[in-house]
């Protein structure tokens, strides 16, 4: 072109391959799968900083630095052993309802994803037909989300008319589907805990 020899560089409209978006992925090794899993199942402890409060009399008073255990809810330990031995994305296992659940042949059926458009939450079929499969999972994990169901039948009983679900395996307080943003949000708790803990030994 600049020889004057051609009038255009037939170069000038190749692409390059740019880096391949599986590239880019991070995903944990065998042996990080495997401490993730051993350690969501260990209770933890919330130091909380001393602040002040007011008594039902209206009066204020202060309370010291205190210490409490908690554990991760059955629920989001379930949820993220079906992700790891199911190989579900977090839209898949958000949509599974009971009846998703073989529990006779240790499978799952993905037939449904929840995705957030325009701000709200809905749940509709895959976009590909090879989205919606049948996968076996560990009897280990049946026979918890098994105690999991009878747990959460007791617990539907007990509040009554507060509850407001359907089927729904992972939910809110209220049996409503479980928010789009609560699985990330207790992973990025979790891997956060996990290594501070690790600073401070």
């Known amino acids: 072109v600049d020889c ?27 042996d990080q799968t495997a401490a993730f899993l051993e350690y ?3 209770p933890y402890k919330i130091k909380t900083k001393g602040h002040k409060r007011i008594d039902d009399t209206g009066i204020d008073y202060t309370v010291g630095d205190y210490e409490r255990t908690k554990e991760m809810p ?6 993220f052993n079906l992700a790891i031995y199911g190989g579900l994305r977090k839209g898949e296992l958000l949509a599974l309802e ?10 799952v059926t993905v037939s449904k ?6 701000g709200e939450q809905i749940t509709k079929e895959p976009k590909t037909k090879t989205s919606r499969r049948t996968v076996s999972i560990p009897h280990f994990l049946t ?3 098994k105690a999991l169901r009878h747990e959460r039948l007791k617990y539907r009983l007990s509040v009554g008319d507060y509850w407001q679900g359907a089927e729904w395996i992972f939910i809110q307080d209220n049996g409503k589907q479980m928010s789009y943003s609560t699985p990330y949000s207790a992973f990025q708790d979790t891997i956060a805990r ?5 600073k401070e030994d």
Request: hydrophobic fraction near 35%; aromatic fraction near 8%.
């Open 4 to 30: 004057e020899l051609i009038e255009k560089n037939p170069m000038d409209k190749i692409r390059t391959v740019g880096e391949c978006a599986a590239d880019k992925l991070e995903y944990f090794t065998p």
């Open 40 to 42: 969501i199942e260990q």
């Open 74 to 79: 059955e629920q989001l330990r379930v949820l």
């Open 98 to 107: 009971w009846g998703d659940i073989d529990f006779g042949n240790d499978t």
């Open 113 to 118: 994803a929840v995705s957030v458009v325009a």
């Open 143 to 145: 026979q918890r989300i």
């Open 194 to 198: 996990y290594n501070t803990g690790k």
